[in-house]
């Protein structure tokens, strides 16, 4: 059984007041192309299907044409909704539109709904867990002791009942520690959305969204799709693609990604700004790509934005690095160096280097070190 796994459409989305509306419907189509070359059983859409909790009316049409698309060529689509969009607005016609085998994640209540589906080795269940906060599950679960995102989400899958000897299949919508960020997310402070992967061990496939580089967390089984096109120049280097799941027998999961291909790129050039006028230079390239345009110019180009959109239509952001530039920013980098605390220096540090924030004790530990040798109030 294959499944086609998507998330993070960010369906209405604007890049620097850019609306990716054009660029959404085209890789929708390229999508659809893939998902019929690809002869797939059904899709998996691991939530932030809008990029707000009150879509556009121009993105709720595209999600209907795309939902509409899928239900055409009778495939079963499970959807699940993320912390960018409305549970409540995602849910509304579900059960109508699971006349049509489109499966939308309910608001949390303290049940998951689960769905089944069958092949020559059996059954697959497909649990949908829409984001959910501490918040959320306390309301359901009274009684029990939930504070953090761990505690929430760890409570939700306690309380699924799965059965170990089928194929189990969950889709979600959380951030699981040791997950590379990018620019275009929406990061918690402190990262106290974190949750461990080992929650989702009972899990023979995890379809995660949030996270909008492809990459998988732990065994190659839990993994983000990432998002189908890049909606931030921490992305420009990234191969955008589409992952497909093939499920065989108990145990036999195969996961393999198809590249896509934008209407638009998303680059950054630099050079001075006789450099990247020049013809040789731009007819080696689309110039219709979002562009991150840095110059090197030692003095400020007069008009240089307006200049530059005559051959770069589409040219998103203007920066400059030269001798003022940089001074600058090592003035603002010594600036906010000395309002730290040599604590949260280290913190800052641990965090870069292990993609997590330090534990309490962590923090007790260094703190109580700080004290030792330098005797400092940190």
């Known amino acids: 059984m294959k499944f086609i796994h998507l998330s993070d459409l960010h369906l209405g989305k604007r890049v620097n007041e850019f609306s990716m509306i054009e660029d959404q419907k085209y890789i929708l189509e390229q999508i659809l192309s893939l998902i019929d070359r690809e002869a797939a059983d059904a899709v998996l859409l691991a939530g932030d299907i809008y990029d707000k909790p009150v879509p556009p009316a121009e993105a709720v049409q595209l999600f209907d044409r795309f939902l509409t698309e899928l239900a055409d060529r009778e495939l079963p689509v499970f959807a699940v909704s993320g912390n960018h969009d409305s549970a409540e607005r995602i849910a509304f016609g579900a059960r109508i539109m699971s006349g049509q085998n489109i499966f939308l994640s309910p608001v949390y209540d303290g049940k998951t709904v689960r769905f089944t589906l069958t092949d020559a080795w059996g059954a697959v269940c497909v649990y949908l867990l829409p984001f959910i906060r501490p918040s959320s599950v306390r309301r359901a679960f009274a009684d029990e002791e939930i504070h953090t995102y761990q505690d929430a989400v760890q409570t939700a899958v306690e309380h699924m009942e799965i059965d170990p000897s089928a194929r189990n299949l969950l889709v979600a919508h959380q951030f699981v520690t040791g997950a590379s960020r990018c620019e ?195």
């Open 184 to 378: 275009s997310e929406e990061v918690t402070v402190g990262g106290i959305d974190n949750v461990d992967a080992a929650v989702f061990d009972a899990f023979d496939y995890v379809a995660l969204g949030h996270i909008h580089s492809p990459q998988h967390i732990g065994r190659e089984e839990v993994r983000y799709c990432g998002t189908p096109l890049k909606y931030s120049f921490s992305e420009a280097e990234q191969e955008k693609s589409v992952t497909v799941v093939e499920f065989g027998e108990k145990g036999n999961v195969t996961v393999s990604v198809c590249p896509l291909q934008p209407l638009r790129d998303m680059r950054k050039i630099r050079g001075t700004y006789l450099e990247v006028t020049a013809r040789p230079f731009y007819e080696n390239m689309n110039t219709e790509d979002y562009l991150q345009i840095t110059l090197t110019d030692e003095d400020d180009i007069p008009d240089a934005m307006q200049k530059l959109r005559v051959i770069y239509p589409n040219v998103m952001r203007l920066e400059y690095d030269n001798s003022r530039t940089r001074e600058e920013k090592s003035l603002e980098s010594a600036k906010e160096a000395e309002q730290k605390s040599d604590l949260e220096m280290f913190e800052e540090f641990y965090e870069l280097q292990n993609n997590r924030p330090m534990t309490d004790g962590q923090r007790a530990f260094v703190q109580e070190q700080l004290r030792k040798l330098r005797g400092i109030d940190v």
